[in-house]
């Protein structure tokens, strides 16, 4: 039990911050939760969106640590099936912190002033960038690893991918690939789209240091510098 919820102090103490940040912020300016989507508050949609990377975090949390030190899945319906049922989870909550932050940025779209020129480059630009990342973890990294099959398959051993955006960072998918969430705020000018995906980018890496990186030690015996 020690190990499986070893640096979760930290982990929730982090989060409680944010939600309390979130909170000041989100209510520093009317505009921020203003408007209505399908008869719901931009304030109900931000507060689903805040939600769904808490409980796809813990979900990722909690099936890597009873696996990684249990092998409680794996025991009882083989790696293949554990896998899978396990992938499906993560993609459904995957998907649905881009979902649910789209919808967010409809309830309150053009809350946010800026130049559309601009809006439209920066979105460019990211877009360019998650697509490489895209491409680097299917190519290099491949899906499964990023799924985290090394928490699953004991016999699983590859080096560090020092290859496509991976060159030029170990942490990729933390620092790129979450730029994506950052797209329907931008497109749609919504300043609540534009906070819930801050707060997943500085949320991940929440995961990362109190999940990811010691699991990290224990599976490989080092982490990358």
Same mark, same amino acid.
């Given at each position: 039990?020690?190990?499986?919820? #070893?640096?979760?102090?930290?982990?929730?103490?982090?989060?409680?911050?944010?939600?309390?940040?979130?909170?000041?912020?989100?209510?520093?300016?009317?505009?921020?939760?203003?408007?209505?989507?399908?008869?719901?508050?931009?304030?109900? &949609?931000?507060?689903?969106?805040?939600?769904?990377?808490?409980?796809?975090?813990?979900?990722?949390?909690?099936? &890597?640590?009873?696996?990684?030190?249990?092998?409680?899945?794996?025991?009882?319906? #083989?790696?293949?099936?554990?896998?899978?049922?396990?992938?499906? #989870?993560?993609?459904?909550?995957?998907?649905?912190?881009?979902?649910?932050?789209?919808?967010?940025?409809?309830?309150?779209?053009?809350?946010?002033?800026?130049?559309?020129?601009?809006?439209?480059?920066?979105?460019?630009?990211?877009?360019?960038?998650?697509?490489?990342?895209?491409?680097?973890?299917?190519?290099?990294?491949?899906?499964?690893?990023?799924?985290?099959?090394?928490?699953?398959?004991?016999?699983?051993?590859?080096?560090?991918?020092?290859?496509?955006?991976?060159?030029?960072?170990?942490?990729?998918?933390?620092?790129?690939?979450?730029?994506?969430?950052?797209?329907? #705020?931008?497109?749609?000018?919504?300043?609540?789209?534009?906070?819930?995906?801050?707060?997943?980018?500085?949320?991940?890496?929440?995961?990362?240091?109190?999940?990811?990186?010691?699991?990290?030690?224990?599976?490989?015996?080092?982490?990358?510098?």
């Amino acid at each position: 039990m020690k190990e499986i919820f #070893g640096y979760q102090t930290w982990h929730y103490l982090a989060l409680l911050f944010l939600l309390i940040s979130l909170e000041i912020l989100s209510t520093s300016n009317e505009t921020i939760m203003s408007g209505f989507l399908w008869g719901l508050s931009t304030k109900t &949609w931000f507060w689903i969106a805040v939600a769904v990377p808490i409980l796809h975090q813990i979900y990722v949390w909690l099936v &890597w640590r009873l696996e990684l030190y249990t092998a409680v899945f794996t025991k009882n319906y #083989g790696l293949e099936k554990a896998f899978k049922i396990y992938k499906i #989870g993560f993609s459904l909550l995957f998907v649905s912190r881009l979902l649910f932050i789209i919808f967010l940025a409809f309830s309150n779209r053009n809350s946010l002033e800026v130049n559309p020129s601009l809006a439209y480059v920066v979105a460019a630009v990211i877009t360019v960038v998650v697509l490489y990342l895209f491409y680097s973890v299917i190519k290099y990294f491949t899906i499964d690893r990023a799924y985290g099959i090394d928490h699953f398959d004991k016999n699983y051993n590859e080096p560090y991918v020092k290859k496509g955006i991976f060159r030029f960072t170990d942490n990729g998918m933390y620092i790129y690939g979450l730029m994506i969430l950052y797209l329907p #705020g931008i497109l749609l000018f919504s300043k609540a789209a534009l906070l819930v995906a801050l707060f997943n980018h500085i949320y991940i890496w929440v995961h990362y240091y109190t999940t990811e990186r010691p699991d990290m030690k224990k599976i490989y015996g080092t982490i990358p510098d």
